[in-house]
């Protein structure tokens, strides 16, 4: 059983690899990411994306950056649409920073570039990555940073629950990963994971096709034989 999540990303899937890269290009001046379209993700992942709108953060300037775009941005429930079906999602107000990253990312088209890319049995379905080149090329514009651990005694591992991955070598403040969240289809919940991963939503809807992709068949690294594929819209109730 494994005990600890851990982001990683791939060139392929023969190639998984932990590492992550930092782009240096910055965004237009005065221009806000909120104003420009969506990212457009190739169809196959294998073109080069205009990813130059987006804003790479770094540790430092994360929780400012997070400051000005709660302003703006406010909303808190996710839909994720898969060849499955949709699951719907609702983010918690209190891990504040994991929603508005969450919210962030949804906007930009990243998430549409990724897929349930860990299917552990009895455990959790875990999006959020690629092999496609288009996924690269966003994590790189968006940053290299960890989201602070803001886990809450009243959000814990519930089947259903949306929390997210993080790395697992030389993180001893359990701080999350941008890029990767997880759905716990455990009937019993996975509390074993509880205060290590921060909580930060649920599902109010569709379980049932999570228990779907849980069921897809995978290869030895529990990555589906057939990618699941997503799309993530965020709106207000």
């Not at 989201?147 to 089947?159: A, L």
């Amino acid at each position: 059983m494994i005990l600890s999540l851990c982001a990683c990303q791939s060139e392929d899937k023969s190639k998984k690899s932990n590492v992550e890269h930092q782009d240096t290009k910055e965004k237009p001046k005065g221009i806000h990411e909120s104003e420009l379209p969506d990212v457009k993700i190739p169809n196959d992942g294998t073109e080069k994306v205009d990813v130059s709108h987006i804003e790479t953060l770094n540790q430092e300037e994360l929780i400012p950056f997070f400051n000005k775009y709660e302003k703006r941005n406010s909303e808190t429930m996710a839909k994720i649409v898969t060849e499955y079906g949709e699951i719907e999602i609702q983010l918690y107000a209190g891990p504040r920073l994991h929603r508005l990253n969450f919210v962030r990312l949804a906007k930009l088209g990243y998430f549409n570039s990724t897929c349930f890319h860990r299917v552990a049995k009895d455990f959790v379905i875990q999006g959020g990555n690629s092999d496609r080149s288009a996924t690269a090329q966003m994590r790189q514009k968006i940053g290299e940073f960890l989201i602070p651990n803001e886990f809450k005694p009243i959000h814990r591992h519930k089947y259903g629950a949306v929390a997210a991955a993080k790395f697992s070598d030389q993180n001893v403040s359990n701080a999350s990963s941008p890029f990767e969240f997880y759905i716990v289809t455990k009937k019993d919940g996975a509390h074993h994971l509880d205060e290590d991963h921060t909580v930060f939503g649920r599902v109010v809807s569709g379980m049932e096709v999570a228990e779907k992709i849980a069921a897809v068949e995978v290869d030895g690294s529990e990555w589906p034989i057939s990618d699941v594929c997503m799309e993530i819209e965020v709106y207000k109730p």
